[in-house]
């Protein structure tokens, strides 16, 4: 039991699908957060989410839209994806939005554009 | 902006030896946390130990141990006696004021036997 759920585990789409990533956490956590992990980069932090308010939003291309329905749950729709994006998506929550306790983070989604 | 180095892509040791992973980073900032996450083949980031800047002891944890030297900006992880499940990808991570995690590029580590 990790705590932070994410489905689905890999996921392969055409550059003109539409798909969602899920993220669940039953940890009682207030903040949220989508990281895009790359071969050789650091992880980038893509969108934080604190108390279902987005508090920060990296610069991310808006064929990238996140949605936090609740504080448990957490969403990544896709549209139109580049083949650049194919990539490990992270979700993560922590106590609070400092994150001072460290994060929890999912397994992942492996996401390939095809 | 606060950064991360790890300059060491790739580590290797002997089972039951010890090995230590170095970071460096860069902050302006007085408070913050620093990280060691472990991400084994199964993908999920592990969290292996925290430092709070304001505390001068290093933190502990079982076999993993971390040297933070604050004034040279230095949080080295320390694995004694090594086991095969120790082999991971290692990432040294920063939180301060701001809403997020910075990690580093990480260290890829091999235990042999």
């Known amino acids: 039991e990790t705590g932070v759920t994410q489905t689905p585990r890999h996921l392969v789409m055409g550059m003109t699908n539409k798909k969602s990533l899920k993220c669940e956490q039953h940890?009682?956590?207030?903040?949220m957060y989508w990281y895009k992990q790359s071969a050789k980069k650091p992880l980038e932090l893509m969108f934080v989410?604190?108390?279902?308010?987005?508090?920060e939003n990296n610069s991310v291309p808006s064929r990238f839209s996140p949605e936090c329905p609740n504080s448990s749950h957490l969403f990544l729709h896709l549209h139109t994806l580049q083949p650049e994006d194919s990539a490990l998506y992270l979700c993560?929550?922590?106590?609070?939005?400092?994150?001072?306790?460290?994060?929890?983070f999912g397994s992942g989604t492996r996401l390939t554009v095809v | 902006a606060q950064t991360v180095t790890q300059s060491q892509p790739e580590m290797s040791v002997q089972e039951a030896e010890t090995v230590t992973l170095s970071c460096t980073y860069d902050t302006s900032e007085s408070d913050y946390y620093l990280f060691w996450y472990k991400q084994p083949p199964s993908r999920q980031m592990i969290l292996v130990i925290r430092q709070e800047a304001y505390k001068q002891q290093n933190a502990t944890e079982n076999r993993f141990s971390v040297n933070f030297q604050k004034a040279a900006k230095s949080f080295s992880l320390k694995i004694s006696d090594s086991q095969l499940g120790d082999a991971a990808m290692y990432f040294c991570a920063y939180t301060g004021t701001a809403s997020k995690l910075t990690f580093g590029t990480g260290t890829r580590l091999q235990v042999t036997l």
């Open positions: 993560a929550s922590s106590q609070d939005s400092l994150g001072w306790r460290g994060y929890t």
């Open positions: 940890l009682g956590h207030n903040a």
């Open positions: 989410y604190s108390l279902e308010e987005r508090v």
